[in-house]
């Protein structure tokens, strides 16, 4: 079956036509997203960030120690932990108390 002139034409001028149905490209308002940005910015605490004068209320060498402890947690992976041996060891309960220095126990 050998198609048409009026089957070709109707072929291509169909796509053309229903394309004018088509909705016209959404135009954003100018303040679209404001009210994010907004509140993106009122939840950052110090919008100056932290001051580069290193930690505050300590000098010399417990401050560098504080700070290589610091950085070597980044470097130095935990000792693993056998969770199996929660609240084993270490402490005891209250009843198991050492006696206190006047002879009383608790």
């Known amino acids: 079956m050998k198609p048409s002139a009026k089957m070709i034409i109707a072929t291509v001028l169909l796509p053309i036509m229903l394309g004018g ?3 016209r490209e959404y135009s954003m308002d100018s303040s679209m997203g404001l009210a994010v940005h907004q509140d993106l910015e009122a939840q950052i605490v110090n ?7 290193g ?3 300590l000098a010399g ?3 560098k120690a504080v700070m290589d402890r610091y950085v070597s947690s980044f470097t130095t992976p935990p ?3 056998n ?3 929660i609240g084993i060891g270490a ?4 009843s198991m108390a050492a006696p206190v220095a006047s002879g009383v126990t608790p």
């Open 47 to 53: 919008p100056n960030g932290i001051p580069p004068t």
């Open 91 to 94: 402490g005891g309960s209250p």
């Open 61 to 63: 060498a417990p401050a």
């Open 79 to 81: 000792p693993p932990v």
């Open 55 to 57: 930690p505050q209320g």
């Open 21 to 23: 149905c088509t909705a």
């Open 83 to 85: 969770a199996f041996a």
